[in-house]
């Protein structure tokens, strides 16, 4: 009900009604404006705080489905990259050493990654964090397959090369079977001239004067002149970090520069240089490292005949150079 309000007029002993002036009902209409603003206002901020409007439901849905689609492309990148970091172990460690082919170098395999200016445009973005490392995580899977990718195409090369490398490799005898003795082992020896302890960086095959010499693979003459010690000497490169060296000759039938087959006469048997009676004097090298010739020696001999050498190479004590 509508109040009505009094008030007490003292000239005429009455109570007269008091009727509200036009700035007071302005001034009552706006203080239930002002309330019913403020009640307003405060369910409104209630309902805001306690409930979710139909769009901000539907977004809050779409970020947890979001957050559930990256925590399953982060797992399914973490073990690409675990595979891949396999692939790469198994290229360095087996693949390339099966080759003979050196492993890619770190800056081969991660060149770019240390670019930071590419992230700096991420980090303005909402989940920034979440984003960067990512970002860096997929770089990283992608330069690990293009740096993979090329060293598959590498071995699939020398792959396909690999007849040529089996004729450039040394794997037969330099002298023929019936034409030496074994004279000399690989290894730690005492020199004939000298007395002391030396190491003996191939295998010599005693033989008459003037006895064929041949070489044990394709390659080009590098070298086929006097060198000190090692008198006519006649050196091949293979190709393949390989060289084979033929010292102490009478005579040398190549010139250097010349391409060479296996199997081929290129000099003879002699006693030049630093040596106390005919033989030949042969190396087999890998990256400049000397080998043990009798490693090389897997096409044309029978196991027997195999064995029989090995037994005879073991023998250090008889020196000729």
């Not at 006097?226 to 102490?248: E, F, M, P, Q, V």
Request: proline letters at 4%.
């Amino acid at each position: 009900m509508k109040q009505v309000y009094y008030r007490y007029n003292p000239e005429t002993d009455n109570y007269e009604r008091v009727y509200p002036s036009l700035k007071g009902k302005i001034a009552n209409l706006g203080r239930i404006f002002l309330l019913g603003m403020v009640m307003a206002i405060s369910v409104l901020t209630i309902v805001y705080l306690c409930y979710d409007t139909p769009t901000e439901q539907n977004l809050r849905s779409e970020n947890r489905q979001l957050k559930t689609q990256y925590n399953i492309l982060s797992r399914r990148l973490e073990n690409s990259l675990k595979v891949m970091d396999n692939i790469r172990s198994r290229d360095d460690n087996f693949y390339r050493v099966m080759m003979q082919m050196d492993p890619l170098s770190r800056g081969q395999r991660f060149a770019g990654l240390d670019n930071e200016q590419r992230y700096r445009e991420l980090q303005s973005l909402p989940d920034a964090k979440l984003i960067t490392d990512f970002t860096r995580r997929l770089d990283y899977f992608d330069r690990c397959l293009y740096a993979q990718s090329l060293s598959f195409d590498e071995l699939r090369k020398m792959a396909s090369n690999q007849q040529d490398k089996l004729d450039h490799i040394p794997s037969v005898l330099p002298i023929s079977l019936e034409d030496y003795t074994m004279a000399s082992g690989y290894g730690y020896r005492r020199d004939p001239v000298y007395g002391a302890t030396a190491f003996h960086a191939g295998l010599d095959f005693a033989a008459q004067a003037g006895t064929a010499v041949y070489a044990t693979a394709d390659g080009r003459i590098s070298t086929a002149d006097w060198k000190g010690g090692y008198g006519n000497c006649i050196d091949i490169d293979h190709s393949y970090n390989y060289l084979t060296r033929y010292a102490h000759l009478s005579k040398i039938d190549v010139k250097e520069g010349q391409m060479v087959r296996r199997g081929e006469k290129i000099g003879e048997v002699g006693s030049t240089g630093k040596s106390t009676g005919p033989h030949l004097h042969y190396e087999v090298r890998f990256k400049d490292e000397p080998q043990n010739p009798i490693n090389y020696y897997f096409m044309d001999i029978t196991p027997e005949v195999y064995d029989q050498m090995i037994r005879m190479a073991e023998n250090a004590g008889h020196v000729m150079d």
